[in-house]
């Protein structure tokens, strides 16, 4: 019996990187997942590919910093799905720069992913994780959102506030069995950012997902409210 057997899972920014990786783990343990992002050609490939691997997955294009994009996503898995267990936010931008090099749009975009998306997604998954009993809601945050780091100002500030809001959220929801989990990966390998580390020594969006399918499978009477994520060797 696989372990998510009968569970339906949301994963944002499900189309690429660690978002992809976790939508993957979680369909191979027999989950029913929907992949939501904003470019729905890159979705709907990811999905063809998963699919001929024999997952059960589905792509929603969605861009989780609209209030409309996310009432449609949901209200769509609520009804071909007719339940919801978990939702991963992981949908996240970053751009880094001096903060005097930082443009305005680039500032309120990370924010409007980062923050904005994850207190839309999670505030609209609530009342339907409830309706089933309880389930759990995953933040991707990062090292960035408990370190600081030079050009990293913006994108430190959205996770270092997705931490405040994920602990918070935490001790409104636990009496609902609803757990949450907010995982803090160091560098992976993924397209996210220009400079980013590459090598077969960086953590790869399966070892996220390990971490994710960690947190979810546990037993129902404990939760791991937050895991770092580091690489061997530094
Ligand atoms: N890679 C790292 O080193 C690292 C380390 C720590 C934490 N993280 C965090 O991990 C998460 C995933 O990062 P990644 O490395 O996998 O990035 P990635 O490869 O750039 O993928 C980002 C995903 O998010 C989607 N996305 C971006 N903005 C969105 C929006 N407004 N609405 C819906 N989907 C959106 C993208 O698809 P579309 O562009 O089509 O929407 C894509 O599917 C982020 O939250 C990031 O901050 C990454």
Redesign the pocket.
């Known amino acids: 019996m696989k372990r998510l057997e009968g569970k339906v899972a949301i994963v ?8 992809r990786g976790i939508g993957e783990a979680l369909a191979r343990e027999g989950a029913h997942v929907i992949l ?4 729905q050609e ?1 979705i709907r490939d990811v999905c063809v590919t998963m699919r001929a691997a024999g997952l059960h997955v589905r792509g929603l294009q ?4 609209k209030v409309e994009d996310v009432e449609r996503l949901i209200d769509d898995v609520i009804r071909t799905e007719g339940r919801l267990d978990i939702l991963v936010n ?5 751009v880094f720069k001096p903060v005097i090099d930082m443009t305005v749009e680039e500032f309120d975009g990370m924010w409007a ?2 923050m904005r ?1 994850v207190f839309l997604m999670s505030k609209a998954v609530v009342p339907h994780i409830r309706k089933v009993g309880g389930g759990d809601i995953v933040h ?1 945050a ?1 090292l ?1 959102g408990k370190n600081t780091m030079k050009n990293g100002a913006g994108y430190c500030a959205t996770k270092w506030a997705l931490r405040g809001f994920a602990g918070s959220m935490m001790l409104e929801v636990r009496e609902f069995n609803i757990r949450t989990v907010t995982i803090c ?4 390998e ?3 950012s220009k400079g ?1 580390k590459k090598g077969s020594n960086i953590p790869q ?1 399966s070892d996220v997902a390990a971490a994710v399918l960690f947190a979810v499978t546990a037993e129902g009477r404990a939760m791991f409210s937050e895991i770092d994520l580091r690489p061997t060797i530094p």
């Open positions: 944002t920014g499900g189309s690429k990187g660690i978002g939501a992002a904003r470019d890159v969605a861009d989780v910093s992981n949908a996240g931008w970053g992913t980062n998306g991707i990062s960035a990966p160091g560098s992976v993924t397209g996210f980013g969006p």
